[in-house]
Protein backbone atom coordinates (compact mmCIF):
# COMPACT_ATOMS: atom_id res chain seq x y z
CA UNK A 1 0.00 0.00 0.00
CA UNK A 2 1.68 3.38 -0.68
CA UNK A 3 2.69 5.62 1.92
CA UNK A 4 -0.11 8.44 0.95
CA UNK A 5 -3.11 5.94 0.45
CA UNK A 6 -6.14 7.64 2.96
CA UNK A 7 -7.22 5.96 5.70
CA UNK A 8 -10.90 5.30 3.96
CA UNK A 9 -9.45 3.48 1.08
CA UNK A 10 -7.24 1.16 3.31
CA UNK A 11 -10.77 0.34 5.37
CA UNK A 12 -12.29 -0.04 2.09
CA UNK A 13 -9.34 -2.98 0.82
CA UNK A 14 -9.26 -4.74 3.99
CA UNK A 15 -13.23 -4.66 4.42
CA UNK A 16 -13.05 -6.49 0.85
CA UNK A 17 -10.18 -8.90 0.70
CA UNK A 18 -10.93 -9.58 4.42
CA UNK A 19 -6.89 -8.53 4.80
CA UNK A 20 -6.12 -7.16 7.95
CA UNK A 21 -3.96 -3.87 7.50
CA UNK A 22 -0.19 -4.13 8.80
CA UNK A 23 2.77 -2.11 7.95
CA UNK A 24 5.99 -4.01 6.81
CA UNK A 25 7.53 -6.27 7.18
CA UNK A 26 5.06 -8.84 7.94
CA UNK A 27 5.11 -12.42 7.19
CA UNK A 28 2.42 -14.35 4.98
CA UNK A 29 2.03 -17.62 4.43
CA UNK A 30 5.77 -18.48 5.73
CA UNK A 31 7.66 -16.45 3.76
CA UNK A 32 8.93 -12.46 5.06
CA UNK A 33 6.69 -9.23 2.76
CA UNK A 34 8.91 -6.45 2.37
CA UNK A 35 9.28 -3.30 0.37
CA UNK A 36 12.75 -2.29 -1.57
CA UNK A 37 15.56 -4.53 -1.18
CA UNK A 38 15.41 -7.37 1.72
CA UNK A 39 17.56 -6.60 4.89
CA UNK A 40 19.64 -8.83 6.41
CA UNK A 41 17.22 -9.48 9.39
CA UNK A 42 14.42 -10.25 7.41
CA UNK A 43 16.20 -13.63 6.87
CA UNK A 44 17.76 -13.86 10.29
CA UNK A 45 15.23 -16.19 10.92
CA UNK A 46 16.11 -18.95 8.85
CA UNK A 47 19.72 -19.18 9.76
CA UNK A 48 18.32 -19.21 13.79
CA UNK A 49 16.39 -22.54 12.94
CA UNK A 50 19.38 -24.08 10.50
CA UNK A 51 21.52 -22.98 13.82
CA UNK A 52 19.17 -24.30 16.31
CA UNK A 53 19.09 -27.57 14.36
CA UNK A 54 22.71 -28.18 14.39
CA UNK A 55 23.08 -27.56 18.01
CA UNK A 56 21.04 -30.33 18.84
CA UNK A 57 22.40 -33.11 16.67
CA UNK A 58 25.91 -31.72 17.85
CA UNK A 59 25.89 -33.61 21.19
CA UNK A 60 24.93 -36.76 19.79
CA UNK A 61 27.85 -39.05 18.10
CA UNK A 62 27.72 -38.69 14.90
CA UNK A 63 29.57 -39.84 12.20
CA UNK A 64 30.77 -37.94 9.29
CA UNK A 65 28.39 -40.12 7.40
CA UNK A 66 25.52 -39.35 9.47
CA UNK A 67 25.95 -35.78 9.58
CA UNK A 68 25.95 -36.05 5.99
CA UNK A 69 22.54 -37.46 5.87
CA UNK A 70 21.57 -34.96 7.66
CA UNK A 71 22.87 -32.54 6.03
CA UNK A 72 21.23 -33.82 2.85
CA UNK A 73 17.95 -34.47 3.48
CA UNK A 74 17.47 -31.78 6.56
CA UNK A 75 19.68 -28.65 6.51
CA UNK A 76 19.61 -28.35 2.80
CA UNK A 77 15.80 -28.39 2.83
CA UNK A 78 14.96 -25.97 5.31
CA UNK A 79 16.05 -22.99 2.86
CA UNK A 80 13.70 -24.67 0.07
CA UNK A 81 10.50 -22.87 0.64
CA UNK A 82 11.67 -19.50 0.44
CA UNK A 83 14.22 -19.93 -2.03
CA UNK A 84 11.10 -20.78 -4.41
CA UNK A 85 9.37 -17.39 -4.01
CA UNK A 86 11.99 -15.13 -3.02
CA UNK A 87 16.05 -14.18 -3.56
CA UNK A 88 18.54 -14.47 -0.69
CA UNK A 89 20.97 -11.72 -0.32
CA UNK A 90 24.75 -13.00 -0.88
CA UNK A 91 25.39 -13.09 3.03
CA UNK A 92 23.12 -14.98 4.01
CA UNK A 93 23.61 -17.86 1.64
CA UNK A 94 27.60 -18.06 1.95
CA UNK A 95 26.75 -17.92 6.15
CA UNK A 96 23.77 -21.06 5.86
CA UNK A 97 26.63 -22.92 4.10
CA UNK A 98 29.07 -21.80 5.86
CA UNK A 99 26.79 -23.79 9.20
CA UNK A 100 26.32 -26.34 6.63
CA UNK A 101 29.73 -26.69 6.34
CA UNK A 102 31.02 -26.18 9.86
CA UNK A 103 28.53 -29.44 10.49
CA UNK A 104 30.27 -31.63 7.90
CA UNK A 105 33.78 -31.20 9.23
CA UNK A 106 33.02 -30.81 12.61
CA UNK A 107 34.95 -29.60 15.69
CA UNK A 108 37.35 -30.69 17.87
CA UNK A 109 36.42 -29.40 21.91
CA UNK A 110 34.76 -26.31 20.27
CA UNK A 111 37.81 -25.36 18.17
CA UNK A 112 36.25 -26.03 14.24
CA UNK A 113 38.48 -28.84 12.22
CA UNK A 114 40.00 -28.32 9.22
CA UNK A 115 37.85 -27.82 6.18
CA UNK A 116 39.91 -30.19 3.71
CA UNK A 117 37.88 -29.57 0.67
CA UNK A 118 35.87 -26.24 -0.68
CA UNK A 119 32.05 -25.95 -0.23
CA UNK A 120 32.08 -25.57 -4.32
CA UNK A 121 33.60 -28.85 -5.06
CA UNK A 122 31.08 -30.86 -2.08
CA UNK A 123 28.31 -29.74 -3.67
CA UNK A 124 28.24 -31.89 -6.69
CA UNK A 125 26.87 -35.10 -7.98
CA UNK A 126 28.54 -38.09 -6.27
CA UNK A 127 29.87 -39.60 -9.58
CA UNK A 128 31.76 -36.16 -10.08
CA UNK A 129 33.27 -36.46 -6.74
CA UNK A 130 31.19 -34.22 -4.64
CA UNK A 131 28.75 -35.39 -2.29
CA UNK A 132 25.76 -34.72 -3.48
CA UNK A 133 24.64 -31.76 -1.62
CA UNK A 134 22.91 -28.76 -3.81
CA UNK A 135 24.33 -25.67 -3.70
CA UNK A 136 22.36 -22.95 -2.29
CA UNK A 137 22.88 -20.72 -5.43
CA UNK A 138 22.66 -22.57 -7.56
CA UNK A 139 19.21 -23.97 -5.91
CA UNK A 140 17.99 -20.46 -5.82
CA UNK A 141 18.79 -19.53 -9.55
CA UNK A 142 17.14 -22.43 -10.60
CA UNK A 143 14.23 -21.59 -8.70
CA UNK A 144 14.48 -17.95 -10.63
CA UNK A 145 14.91 -19.41 -13.92
CA UNK A 146 11.33 -21.26 -12.90
CA UNK A 147 9.42 -18.07 -12.54
CA UNK A 148 11.42 -16.57 -15.52
CA UNK A 149 9.88 -19.72 -17.68
CA UNK A 150 6.49 -19.03 -15.87
CA UNK A 151 6.36 -15.63 -16.96
CA UNK A 152 6.95 -16.99 -20.94
CA UNK A 153 4.75 -19.76 -20.50
CA UNK A 154 2.59 -19.88 -17.83
CA UNK A 155 -1.25 -18.13 -18.08
CA UNK A 156 -1.42 -18.00 -13.85
CA UNK A 157 -2.48 -14.61 -11.96
CA UNK A 158 1.40 -13.86 -10.82
CA UNK A 159 2.90 -14.20 -14.28
CA UNK A 160 -0.08 -11.99 -15.98
CA UNK A 161 0.88 -9.39 -13.17
CA UNK A 162 4.69 -9.30 -13.57
CA UNK A 163 3.91 -8.98 -17.41
CA UNK A 164 1.31 -6.22 -16.83
CA UNK A 165 3.90 -4.50 -14.59
CA UNK A 166 7.39 -4.66 -15.68
CA UNK A 167 6.76 -6.20 -19.74
CA UNK A 168 3.28 -4.75 -21.16
CA UNK A 169 3.55 -5.00 -25.10
CA UNK A 170 7.37 -5.30 -25.19
CA UNK A 171 8.59 -8.49 -26.66
CA UNK A 172 10.30 -10.20 -23.55
CA UNK A 173 13.56 -10.63 -25.31
CA UNK A 174 13.62 -6.52 -25.17
CA UNK A 175 12.74 -6.23 -21.55
CA UNK A 176 15.19 -4.09 -20.13
CA UNK A 177 15.75 -3.28 -16.35
CA UNK A 178 14.64 -0.24 -15.17
CA UNK A 179 15.22 1.65 -11.71
CA UNK A 180 12.33 1.27 -9.70
CA UNK A 181 11.72 -2.68 -10.62
CA UNK A 182 11.76 -5.06 -7.68
CA UNK A 183 14.26 -6.96 -6.45
CA UNK A 184 12.46 -10.19 -7.41
CA UNK A 185 11.96 -9.11 -10.87
CA UNK A 186 15.69 -7.90 -11.52
CA UNK A 187 17.15 -11.26 -10.36
CA UNK A 188 14.35 -13.08 -12.54
CA UNK A 189 15.59 -10.93 -15.70
CA UNK A 190 19.33 -11.63 -15.14
CA UNK A 191 17.96 -15.46 -15.55
CA UNK A 192 16.46 -14.58 -19.25
CA UNK A 193 19.29 -15.59 -21.06
CA UNK A 194 18.74 -18.91 -19.92
CA UNK A 195 16.01 -19.18 -20.89
CA UNK A 196 16.56 -17.93 -24.70
CA UNK A 197 19.65 -20.26 -24.81
CA UNK A 198 17.77 -23.59 -23.48
CA UNK A 199 14.24 -22.96 -25.00
CA UNK A 200 12.85 -23.45 -28.93
CA UNK A 201 9.59 -22.96 -30.22
CA UNK A 202 8.08 -25.90 -32.10
CA UNK A 203 5.81 -24.38 -34.72
CA UNK A 204 2.22 -24.85 -35.04
CA UNK A 205 -0.23 -21.78 -36.26
CA UNK A 206 2.89 -19.68 -36.06
CA UNK A 207 1.61 -16.89 -34.26
CA UNK A 208 5.04 -16.31 -32.57
CA UNK A 209 7.24 -13.42 -33.37
CA UNK A 210 9.29 -13.99 -36.96
CA UNK A 211 12.35 -11.91 -35.51
CA UNK A 212 12.34 -12.15 -31.83
CA UNK A 213 11.13 -16.05 -31.17
CA UNK A 214 13.56 -18.88 -31.79
CA UNK A 215 11.31 -20.69 -34.11
CA UNK A 216 14.18 -21.42 -36.38
CA UNK A 217 15.72 -23.96 -33.66
CA UNK A 218 19.58 -22.10 -34.23
CA UNK A 219 18.60 -18.57 -32.03
CA UNK A 220 16.45 -15.70 -33.00
CA UNK A 221 16.61 -13.93 -36.74
CA UNK A 222 17.41 -10.79 -34.49
CA UNK A 223 20.70 -12.55 -32.89
CA UNK A 224 22.05 -13.85 -36.09
CA UNK A 225 20.78 -10.55 -38.25
CA UNK A 226 20.79 -7.65 -35.40
CA UNK A 227 18.73 -5.04 -36.58
CA UNK A 228 19.84 -1.47 -37.17
CA UNK A 229 16.48 -0.18 -35.57
CA UNK A 230 13.52 -1.51 -33.95
CA UNK A 231 11.22 -2.73 -36.66
CA UNK A 232 8.11 -0.48 -36.79
CA UNK A 233 5.53 -3.69 -36.36
CA UNK A 234 5.69 -7.24 -35.24
CA UNK A 235 5.62 -10.11 -38.06
CA UNK A 236 4.35 -13.28 -37.00
CA UNK A 237 5.88 -16.35 -38.28
CA UNK A 238 2.40 -17.04 -40.23
CA UNK A 239 2.76 -14.25 -42.13
CA UNK A 240 6.15 -14.78 -42.79
CA UNK A 241 5.09 -18.17 -44.43
CA UNK A 242 1.92 -16.45 -45.72
CA UNK A 243 4.27 -13.92 -47.76
CA UNK A 244 7.12 -15.96 -48.58
CA UNK A 245 9.42 -13.92 -46.22
CA UNK A 246 8.34 -10.86 -48.26
CA UNK A 247 8.31 -8.47 -45.19
CA UNK A 248 9.54 -5.47 -44.09
CA UNK A 249 12.76 -5.62 -42.19
CA UNK A 250 13.47 -9.30 -43.57
CA UNK A 251 16.58 -8.78 -46.37
CA UNK A 252 16.99 -10.87 -49.10
CA UNK A 253 19.81 -12.83 -47.07
CA UNK A 254 17.80 -13.24 -44.21
CA UNK A 255 14.96 -14.85 -46.31
CA UNK A 256 18.31 -17.39 -48.04
CA UNK A 257 18.72 -18.03 -44.17
CA UNK A 258 15.43 -18.28 -43.08
CA UNK A 259 14.80 -20.46 -46.35
CA UNK A 260 17.64 -22.81 -45.80
CA UNK A 261 16.82 -23.37 -41.92
CA UNK A 262 12.99 -24.07 -42.72
CA UNK A 263 13.86 -26.90 -45.09
CA UNK A 264 16.59 -28.78 -43.00
CA UNK A 265 14.64 -28.87 -40.08
CA UNK A 266 11.58 -29.32 -42.13
CA UNK A 267 9.66 -26.45 -40.34
CA UNK A 268 5.60 -26.02 -41.55
CA UNK A 269 2.71 -24.86 -39.87
CA UNK A 270 0.26 -26.81 -38.62
CA UNK A 271 -3.65 -26.44 -37.04
CA UNK A 272 -1.67 -26.22 -33.70
CA UNK A 273 -0.24 -24.04 -31.03
CA UNK A 274 2.59 -23.32 -30.73
CA UNK A 275 4.73 -25.33 -28.52
CA UNK A 276 7.69 -23.48 -26.31
CA UNK A 277 9.80 -26.00 -25.66
CA UNK A 278 12.73 -26.54 -22.76
CA UNK A 279 15.64 -28.22 -24.51
CA UNK A 280 17.46 -29.76 -21.64
CA UNK A 281 14.81 -32.05 -20.85
CA UNK A 282 13.56 -34.85 -23.25
CA UNK A 283 9.75 -34.66 -23.07
CA UNK A 284 10.47 -30.81 -23.70
CA UNK A 285 8.97 -29.66 -20.26
CA UNK A 286 10.51 -27.69 -17.65
CA UNK A 287 11.59 -29.24 -14.12
CA UNK A 288 13.72 -27.24 -11.84
CA UNK A 289 16.33 -30.41 -11.31
CA UNK A 290 16.46 -29.80 -15.34
CA UNK A 291 17.42 -26.08 -14.62
CA UNK A 292 19.62 -26.43 -11.53
CA UNK A 293 21.72 -29.28 -13.71
CA UNK A 294 22.28 -26.85 -16.61
CA UNK A 295 23.06 -23.85 -13.82
CA UNK A 296 25.99 -25.84 -11.84
CA UNK A 297 29.43 -26.31 -12.28
CA UNK A 298 30.11 -29.66 -13.65
CA UNK A 299 33.07 -32.09 -13.01
CA UNK A 300 34.75 -35.08 -14.53
CA UNK A 301 32.13 -38.49 -14.25
CA UNK A 302 34.24 -41.06 -13.35
CA UNK A 303 31.96 -44.41 -13.45
CA UNK A 304 34.30 -45.52 -10.33
CA UNK A 305 32.92 -43.16 -7.89
CA UNK A 306 29.60 -45.47 -7.46
CA UNK A 307 31.21 -48.27 -6.45
CA UNK A 308 32.42 -45.98 -3.41
CA UNK A 309 28.74 -44.96 -3.14
CA UNK A 310 27.44 -47.99 -3.19
CA UNK A 311 24.56 -48.36 -0.81
CA UNK A 312 25.16 -51.74 0.87
CA UNK A 313 28.54 -49.74 1.86
CA UNK A 314 27.69 -47.94 5.33
CA UNK A 315 27.73 -44.67 4.69
CA UNK A 316 30.62 -43.65 7.46
CA UNK A 317 32.79 -45.59 5.03
CA UNK A 318 32.23 -44.07 1.94
CA UNK A 319 32.74 -41.25 3.11
CA UNK A 320 36.37 -42.00 4.74
CA UNK A 321 36.76 -43.65 0.72
CA UNK A 322 36.10 -40.65 -0.75
CA UNK A 323 38.00 -38.57 1.64
CA UNK A 324 40.83 -41.02 0.48
CA UNK A 325 40.14 -40.08 -2.65
CA UNK A 326 41.03 -36.84 -2.48
CA UNK A 327 43.85 -37.20 -0.37
CA UNK A 328 42.08 -35.45 2.80
CA UNK A 329 42.54 -37.98 5.55
CA UNK A 330 44.79 -36.61 7.87
CA UNK A 331 47.59 -38.98 7.65
CA UNK A 332 51.26 -37.61 9.06
CA UNK A 333 52.51 -36.55 5.12
CA UNK A 334 49.08 -34.62 4.81
CA UNK A 335 49.52 -32.84 8.21
CA UNK A 336 53.31 -31.74 6.61
CA UNK A 337 51.86 -30.66 3.49
CA UNK A 338 50.04 -27.79 5.52
CA UNK A 339 53.26 -26.71 6.98
CA UNK A 340 52.69 -28.68 10.48
CA UNK A 341 56.28 -29.77 11.44
CA UNK A 342 55.85 -33.65 12.99
CA UNK A 343 58.02 -36.55 13.27
CA UNK A 344 56.70 -39.34 11.57
CA UNK A 345 56.77 -43.19 11.43
CA UNK A 346 54.40 -46.03 10.63
CA UNK A 347 53.12 -48.60 12.80
CA UNK A 348 52.64 -51.11 10.17
CA UNK A 349 55.72 -52.15 9.27
CA UNK A 350 59.03 -53.68 11.49
CA UNK A 351 61.29 -50.83 10.05
CA UNK A 352 59.22 -47.60 10.47
CA UNK A 353 58.62 -45.29 7.28
CA UNK A 354 56.78 -42.15 6.82
CA UNK A 355 53.47 -42.50 7.23
CA UNK A 356 52.01 -41.43 4.18
CA UNK A 357 48.61 -42.44 2.31
CA UNK A 358 50.30 -44.10 -0.25
CA UNK A 359 51.99 -46.06 2.52
CA UNK A 360 49.53 -46.71 4.48
CA UNK A 361 46.85 -47.91 2.15
CA UNK A 362 48.84 -49.02 -0.94
CA UNK A 363 52.60 -49.62 -0.95
CA UNK A 364 53.15 -50.33 3.17
CA UNK A 365 53.65 -54.19 4.06
CA UNK A 366 50.06 -54.48 5.80
CA UNK A 367 48.38 -52.53 2.99
CA UNK A 368 50.35 -54.95 0.25
CA UNK A 369 48.76 -57.88 2.32
CA UNK A 370 45.45 -57.04 1.95
CA UNK A 371 45.53 -55.57 -1.73
CA UNK A 372 47.16 -59.48 -2.00
CA UNK A 373 44.47 -61.18 -0.54
CA UNK A 374 41.70 -59.24 -2.49
CA UNK A 375 43.83 -59.48 -6.07
CA UNK A 376 43.36 -63.36 -5.25
CA UNK A 377 39.23 -63.44 -4.48
CA UNK A 378 38.40 -60.58 -6.93
CA UNK A 379 40.98 -60.78 -9.80
CA UNK A 380 41.62 -57.46 -9.44
CA UNK A 381 45.15 -56.11 -11.03
CA UNK A 382 46.36 -54.05 -7.96
CA UNK A 383 50.31 -54.13 -8.58
CA UNK A 384 50.68 -51.31 -10.88
CA UNK A 385 48.53 -48.33 -9.24
CA UNK A 386 50.35 -45.65 -7.49
CA UNK A 387 46.61 -43.79 -5.56
CA UNK A 388 43.68 -45.07 -4.61
CA UNK A 389 41.86 -43.78 -7.68
CA UNK A 390 43.87 -46.27 -9.81
CA UNK A 391 42.73 -48.77 -7.88
CA UNK A 392 38.89 -48.08 -8.05
CA UNK A 393 39.46 -47.34 -12.05
CA UNK A 394 41.68 -51.21 -12.66
CA UNK A 395 38.43 -52.69 -10.16
CA UNK A 396 36.05 -51.10 -12.47
CA UNK A 397 38.15 -51.99 -15.83
CA UNK A 398 37.72 -55.62 -14.31
CA UNK A 399 34.47 -55.58 -13.47
ZN1 LIG B 1 54.42 -48.95 7.39
Known amino acids: MAKDTPMARIN ?11 KLP ?8 FSGCPSLLIFENLLVKIRQKVVGWRSKLLSQGGRLVLIRHVLSSMPIYLLSAMHFPTSIIKDSERIFSDFFWGDSNGKKRRKWIAWESICCPCSEGGLNIRSVTNVMKSFRIKQAWAIFTSDSLWARFMILKYVKSTHLSQVQFHTGCSNLWWHILKVFPFIFDNSCWVIGRGEVDLLFDNWLGSGTLCSVFPPSQPPVRTVSVQEGFDSDFQVDGI ?25 FIWKPATDGKFSVKSAYNICRLRRPYQSWWKLIWFKRVPIKISVFSWKLVHSVVSVDSVIQACDVHLASWCH ?11 HLFIS ?22 NTVSQGWESTVAVA
Open 12 to 22: IIARSCGFQHK
Open 251 to 275: SSTMRDFICRNIAVSSIRLRDDPDN
Open 348 to 358: CCEHHQVESLH
Open 364 to 385: GNFARLVWRHFEDVFCIPTRNF
Open 26 to 33: ITYLGAPL
